[in-house]
């Protein structure tokens, strides 16, 4: 089991001060969705930790940094479970010795400040992919969630899909408008990914991505890492979701704090009573493989930084949900493994080659 985006260090972050000591994932995290025991109880074998900060912050790169800082941390307290890695090579090795492998994605091109010396200190720390754009349009990308102001990519934003290629990062098209997938498609010549990212066709929000781009996906021999984010996965939800980022903004200027518009925005989703279920994520995952094919979906959870989920999917113990559902569907042993992280290691060595 490959998961492609989990956000426990954000969650540390905003709701432990950062410390480990506070919120120890060698222990039982009552709250939180993650904590290494459960990794293990959910067979997970490699973990893309998100090391995001906000698309408000000041100094994005400096405080991404920190949280890859934090995740080396995390690693270096419990050497017998966890283990950094950085190759697809790595994820096999670590996990045929009984360990966890640990890599870092960057949530967001904020991070680097439209600078590649800085997208090259981010690899250099072990970041092998990052995400486009978040919540926010940069000045050179187009997000999903705000003001389209460039139709996808501008010259610099092409040049820093091609950095990455050069570089062995994987490019991640999750959060990003229709534009930025297309132009990143075309301007990548290797795979990419979608992270953390479910179906327009089954849940119609501009997060999720339709299916002509899952279609172009398939051709550049990417992966679609299915989310579980109940306004993701359910329409209706998606529906009520639309303004939730534009939301955020306006409760950040009023507010002036992070963890303050995150507790803001958890509180509205509290009367939700039909979060989905496990059903609900194999239906994204079965469509994604009859638009793609099985050789190119997966699984990108985002827990630990989303506020509701559904049920069967509580925690990180519960992947083998999916798979019995799967299963009971009559998928094959061979196409489910594919799903469950064979499909992300097929990338992340295409892309490896290619900067080697």
Same mark, same amino acid.
């Given at each position: 089991?490959?998961?492609?985006?989990?956000?426990?260090?954000?969650?540390?972050?905003?709701?432990?001060?950062?410390?480990?000591?506070?919120?120890?994932?060698?222990?039982?995290?009552?709250?939180?969705?993650?904590?290494?025991?459960?990794?293990?109880?959910?067979?997970?074998?490699?973990?893309?930790?998100?090391?995001?900060?906000?698309?408000?912050?000041?100094?994005?790169?400096?405080?991404?940094?920190? &949280?890859?800082?934090?995740?080396?941390?995390?690693?270096?307290?419990?050497?017998?479970?966890?283990?950094?890695?950085?190759?697809?090579?790595?994820?096999?090795?670590?996990?045929? &010795?009984?360990?966890?492998?640990?890599?870092?994605?960057?949530?967001?091109?904020?991070?680097?400040?439209?600078?590649?010396?800085?997208?090259?200190?981010?690899?250099?720390?072990?970041?092998?992919?990052?995400?486009?754009?978040?919540?926010?349009?940069?000045?050179?990308?187009?997000?999903?969630?705000?003001?389209?102001?460039?139709?996808?990519?501008?010259?610099?934003?092409?040049?820093?899909?091609?950095?990455?290629?050069?570089?062995?990062?994987?490019?991640?098209?999750?959060?990003?408008?229709?534009?930025?997938?297309?132009?990143?498609?075309?301007?990548?010549?290797?795979?990419?990914?979608?992270?953390?990212?479910?179906?327009?066709?089954?849940?119609?929000?501009?997060?999720?991505?339709?299916?002509?781009?899952?279609?172009?996906?398939?051709?550049?021999?990417?992966?679609?890492?299915?989310?579980?984010?109940?306004?993701?996965?359910?329409?209706?939800?998606?529906?009520?979701?639309?303004?939730?980022?534009?939301?955020?903004?306006?409760?950040?200027?009023?507010?002036?704090?992070?963890?303050?518009?995150?507790?803001?925005?958890?509180?509205?989703?509290?009367?939700?009573?039909?979060?989905?279920?496990?059903?609900?994520?194999?239906?994204?995952?079965?469509?994604?493989?009859?638009?793609?094919?099985?050789?190119?979906?997966?699984?990108?959870?985002?827990?630990?930084?989303?506020?509701?989920?559904?049920?069967?999917?509580?925690?990180?113990?519960?992947?083998?949900?999916?798979?019995?559902?799967?299963?009971?569907?009559?998928? &094959?042993?061979?196409?489910?493994?594919?799903?469950?992280?064979?499909?992300?290691?097929?990338?992340?060595?295409?892309?490896?080659?290619?900067?080697?």
């Amino acid at each position: 089991m490959v998961d492609g985006h989990n956000d426990l260090p954000w969650a540390i972050r905003t709701r432990a001060g950062g410390s480990l000591e506070v919120a120890n994932p060698a222990t039982r995290l009552a709250g939180y969705h993650t904590d290494i025991d459960r990794l293990f109880a959910g067979g997970v074998g490699a973990q893309f930790w998100s090391v995001y900060v906000s698309a408000w912050s000041k100094r994005p790169f400096a405080e991404t940094l920190q &949280q890859a800082a934090l995740v080396d941390q995390m690693v270096r307290a419990n050497p017998d479970q966890l283990e950094s890695a950085t190759t697809a090579a790595d994820i096999r090795r670590i996990r045929d &010795q009984g360990r966890i492998a640990c890599l870092l994605g960057a949530e967001g091109g904020h991070s680097i400040e439209g600078s590649l010396p800085n997208l090259r200190d981010l690899y250099e720390v072990g970041v092998r992919y990052m995400t486009l754009t978040h919540s926010k349009t940069l000045s050179w990308a187009d997000s999903a969630t705000d003001e389209a102001r460039h139709g996808g990519l501008t010259d610099f934003g092409r040049s820093v899909v091609r950095e990455m290629n050069h570089m062995g990062m994987m490019v991640d098209i999750s959060h990003v408008s229709v534009g930025t997938m297309s132009d990143a498609l075309d301007s990548s010549v290797v795979p990419v990914i979608a992270s953390h990212s479910s179906c327009f066709a089954l849940a119609p929000h501009p997060r999720n991505i339709p299916d002509e781009i899952l279609e172009r996906v398939a051709d550049n021999g990417g992966v679609v890492m299915i989310n579980f984010y109940p306004p993701f996965v359910l329409p209706e939800l998606a529906a009520r979701s639309m303004s939730l980022f534009e939301d955020a903004d306006r409760l950040m200027e009023q507010l002036g704090d992070e963890a303050a518009v995150e507790e803001a925005i958890a509180a509205r989703w509290d009367e939700v009573e039909d979060t989905g279920e496990v059903a609900t994520i194999v239906d994204h995952i079965e469509h994604a493989a009859r638009v793609m094919g099985t050789d190119h979906v997966g699984l990108g959870s985002d827990f630990d930084g989303i506020h509701i989920v559904p049920a069967g999917l509580e925690d990180v113990s519960c992947y083998p949900n999916i798979t019995a559902e799967m299963l009971r569907r009559g998928w &094959q042993e061979e196409d489910i493994r594919k799903v469950l992280g064979d499909n992300v290691l097929r990338v992340m060595e295409a892309v490896e080659a290619f900067s080697s």
